[in-house]
């Protein structure tokens, strides 16, 4: 565990204030869910909730599916970080902050397709030395009660690949289908 140095008190009504310079750095924004965890020394743990986060296995699954009805790289992400991927490199991308161009595309509940060879794909991942692939891509947002909680994204393998509507579709499928099964 990492020292900061910041010290607060408890109020009268049980609460603690997590410092902004902590919450800029872990992402954490207002409203956001936070677990709490405990530990056999007495530490209190918070950890950020990631509601997909419990589909991680499902997600997998998922992720080889499209990938291999595709032929593309699948991926599937909750608000911060990759939680899936099938077709390409998981060292690369598994667990991997995503990058603020997708954290914008979830934040305004984007679609967003890159049909044409020239079109740049959106990087997924933050600090991603590669920001400029020609790829194409498909990304759709994860949606539930509302609230965009993820995204589902088609990259494609090599350059010279095009996006249609079916693959479109297969996202937009797959994210409905994620976000309906947070509703249960």
């Not at 595709?70 to 909750?78: K, V």
Request: proline content about 3%; aromatic content about 4%.
């Amino acid at each position: 565990m990492k020292a900061t140095g910041v010290v607060r008190r408890i109020d009268d009504l049980g609460r603690v204030v997590i410092p902004k310079e902590i919450r800029k750095v872990l992402r954490i924004k207002e409203g956001d869910p936070l677990e709490i965890f405990t530990d056999k020394e007495g530490e209190v743990i918070l950890k950020k909730y990631s509601p997909i986060g419990e589909l991680t296995e499902f997600a997998t699954g998922y992720a080889e599916t499209l990938s291999k009805t595709t032929g593309h790289i699948a991926f599937i992400t909750d608000k911060d970080t990759i939680i899936a991927v099938s077709g390409g490199s998981k060292k690369e991308y598994l667990e991997k902050n995503v990058s603020d161009e997708l954290e914008q595309l979830m934040e305004d509940k984007e679609v967003y397709t890159s049909r044409e060879n020239s079109d740049v794909a959106v990087p997924i991942v933050r600090n991603d030395n590669n920001q400029k692939k020609q790829n194409a891509q498909v990304v759709y947002p994860i949606i539930s009660n509302g609230d965009t909680i993820g995204t589902v994204i088609l990259l494609s393998k090599e350059a010279n690949t095009k996006m249609n509507d079916v693959e479109t579709k297969l996202a937009q499928s797959a994210a409905t289908f994620l976000g309906s099964q947070m509703e249960i």
